[in-house]
């Protein structure tokens, strides 16, 4: 908690000094997300953060540098090479997945990444946060019917500070509570917690993870936060907050909550919490003089990873020049089921495109009743939810082939 408050604090006096362009801050969240870090295992379980995760991401073991490296856009930052603005997490090795700026398109990429799971069998679960104000948007909804519906190891974390920038969730959610406006969803398990109590915070954490791996449903952890800073840097909070409201959200800032909590306790002093905040400050302005002397990105490299540079095609047959006339989604039909006779991890699926309706224009007929309906499956009405879907299959590793019924049904996704 004090290395992700020292570094929003190091990473405002280098914005101010011109060094980096934009920052975000997670200060007021720290304890709720270093719960949730403490009940992963790095590697193994997928995480889909958002752009105040930097206490979650700290947790699970991104470093200080790793953070100044993405904050400085430099060539060696392992959250995008300095392509993504700050805060935008990221790292393969922690299986942190990077977060598109629309927010709310993790949910579904979530989702995806669950379904492997469950499929794999091997206990992993999926974290996946946002604010309060993302729960309006519709891709939260159909994430959470997907979830629910196939009971997916998914934890959704809603860091609930109240404010959308200026937006109050009184204004957006209804019943002003996303706690009480998920109610609705079977095999879901909902927690309502003080975020900024980190005992708290882990007990929730804790239950839900363990649910989740017994493939029991997923959860819905509403976590009560402060935001001690504005929204972001582009933004001054004493516009549209009160100062009494301010010094309301000081009071019960975590890192404080925390240190008063084993104090009282008896479990440590507060020789100890200041011993530590001088070494994290020292160890942190260490941190930020090493990253600022790092190699920024090549300009030669602008054009890199934006298409795939494997060109090999699989040939598994000679083409026969002489074979038979077919229309063209037959000749779909057929490449589809070739393929997936050689990759076990490709799956199929959309809407009807299971057997026996086999697709509105029959490019999958047959298909699920060769190869099973979990490779070959019906999806929601929904082509958010497929789409995003996809993606975090594909992140899992997985091969998976949409179908969009009709060329007019791709604007909602």
Sequence with gaps: MVIARTLDEKMLTMLKQGKSFFHIGCSGHEAAQ?????VMRPGEDWAYPYYRDAAFCLGLGMTAKEHLLCFLARKDDPN?????????????????????????TQFLQAVGSGITCKWEKNK?????SSGEGTTSQGDFHEALNWASREKLPVIFHIEDNDYAISVHKKEQTSGSSVYSMVSGYQNLTRYDINGTNFFESYLAFKEAS???????????????????????????????????????????????????????????????????????????????EWAEKQAHPE??????????TNSNLN??????????????????????????????????????????KGGVFTATKGLSDRFGKQRVFNSPLAESSIIGTAVGMACAGYKPVVEIQFGDYIWTA
């Design 80 to 104: 995008s090479g300095g392509r993504q603005m700050p805060q935008h997490y990221g790292h393969k090795k922690l299986k942190i997945v990077s977060q598109s700026s629309p927010t709310g």
């Design 34 to 38: 270093l719960a949730a870090a403490e």
């Design 315 to 356: 040939e598994y047959e000679k083409p026969n020049k002489h074979s038979d006339k077919v229309v063209i989604v037959d000749a779909i039909n057929h490449a589809l089921k070739e393929e997936m006779k050689h990759n076990e991890k490709m799956v199929i699926y959309g809407q009807d495109v299971a057997d026996p």
């Design 210 to 288: 363990e649910r989740c791996r017994k493939l029991k449903g997923p959860a819905v952890i509403v976590s009560h936060v402060v935001r001690l800073l504005s929204h972001s840097s582009s933004d001054d909070q004493r516009k549209y907050r009160s100062k009494e409201e301010l010094e309301e959200d000081h009071k019960t800032d975590p890192i404080i909550n925390f240190e008063n909590t084993c104090i009282d306790e008896g479990i440590l002093n507060a020789e100890f919490f200041e011993e530590i905040k001088n070494k994290v400050h020292a160890e942190i302005n260490d941190d930020a």
């Design 299 to 308: 300009k030669n490299t602008v054009y890199d990873h934006i298409y795939s």
């Design 124 to 128: 992993s679960i999926v974290y996946v």
